[in-house]
């Protein structure tokens, strides 16, 4: 009864849409009062979910009672919240919804779906004694809901078009909503290299005396190695303090061309934390994410990535091209309603073997529109098949495929999260 309840809550602050803006987290806050923790905010429109949490793990690693907070979720609703990669327990889960919706009637005070989320896992992690949280930005991040912490250490993973009709229509403008995350003598590090979105961020850490750590600049991978199931580098300091040290052959076991940013803003942030290396390393070789390159079957290979906007799909591009070379991939491919899947499909079709066009039952965009796009953007005629239902969708292909061919699962995170659920999933952002 009490799970129904909760979920119905949650259901209709969700069907009151978004809400951005730090007023109401703020008034919140004055009656959840909170512990001292160490904070890390993580923004980016790609790579921030993966540099999140390969920061949980090192701190956990490292002996901190770690929190990390992640959205949306992929097949469970646990992975939005969890202590030491150890998910919040579904019981628990239920009754702080239920405690803290009473709460906030009590005070008159109505949040968003997730406000709602982000105060609720703040409390957690309070409640349970968390050291260190890793807060995963959700939307943005000037007026995101995990913007009311303050961090000492935060990182812009990357930044390109996307959510424009909410966060604005120029790299420029996300910029500045991605570096509203920057907060007044903290340290901060960046994988941006569009000079002026750069330029943006540089400026709101001058504001703030931050100082700024920039991929490519300050610190980058050498020597890079991608395999199917392993990443090698060696991580490189360009100017080094007294505490800051090179790292030669770091192992990492998430795999994609967009991971070595990811994985070297982590170990830089780690390093300038007073991290010791063998924590960092025991926790880039371990760290495992569902869904990012995510490999659940042999003969065929069937892999999983939650590559959902065209930066993501190029990066994937890339990844295969250097695990694979020119094989030609079969592809189960659907996206939410949202995205720009023009240019993703222009960056699928040169490495599709066979494509299956599916749409998940959250925002799922038409799967005729996609067949429809493609057939107008091939120069010749392309194996394409429509399965509505998206396990069924995978279920075909791996059916169909031959014992040397490789399936990839992608377009977006919902339709990655219905292939991989035993069970209906609830989605939602």
Partial sequence: MKHNASWQYLNVLEGKGIRLGLDRMEKALEFVPLKKMLVIKVAGTNGKGSCACLLAKIFEKTGYKTGLYLSPHIVDFGERIQINGKYIAKKELDKRILEL????????????????????????????????????????????ATNVMKAGYS?????SLEHKQILGDTLWKIAREKAGIIDENAKIFAAVENKVALSEIKNKCK?????????????????????????????????????????????????GERQFASAAI????????????????????????????????????????????????????????????????????????????????????PVAKKIYFTQAKYRGLDMEILQEEIEKIAKKKIDLVLEKNVKKAVKKAVKEAKKDDVVLVCGSCFVVGEALAKKNVRHSN
């Avoid at 700024?212 to 990443?231: A, S, W």
Wanted: proline share 2%; charged share 30%.
């Fill in 101 to 144: 919706k009473t709460l906030l009637e009590k005070n008159s005070l109505e949040l968003s779906y997730f406000e709602f989320l982000t105060l609720l896992a703040l409390k957690y992690f309070s409640d349970k004694n968390c050291e260190a949280i890793i807060l995963e930005i959700g939307l943005g991040g000037r007026l995101d």
């Fill in 266 to 349: 982590a170990i830089a942030i780690a390093q300038t934390a007073e991290i010791k290396e063998n924590a960092i390393r025991k926790a880039l070789k371990e760290a495992k994410i569902v869904g990012r390159f995510d490999i659940r079957r042999r003969k065929p290979l069937l892999i999983f990535d939650n590559a959902h906007n065209p930066e993501a799909i190029s990066n994937l591009k890339q990844t295969i091209r250097q695990i694979f070379g020119n094989k030609k991939i079969i592809f189960v491919f659907g996206v939410s309603d949202d995205k720009e899947y023009k240019k993703m499909l222009n960056d699928i079709l």
């Fill in 155 to 159: 990182a812009i993973t990357s930044v």
């Fill in 207 to 255: 504001g703030e005396k931050a100082e700024l750590f920039v991929y490519g600049n300050d610190f980058l991978c050498k020597n890079p190695r991608m395999i199917l199931e392993e990443m090698n580098f060696d991580f490189c300091w360009k100017k080094k303090s007294q505490n800051l040290e090179d790292f030669k052959n770091i192992k990492l076991s998430l795999v």
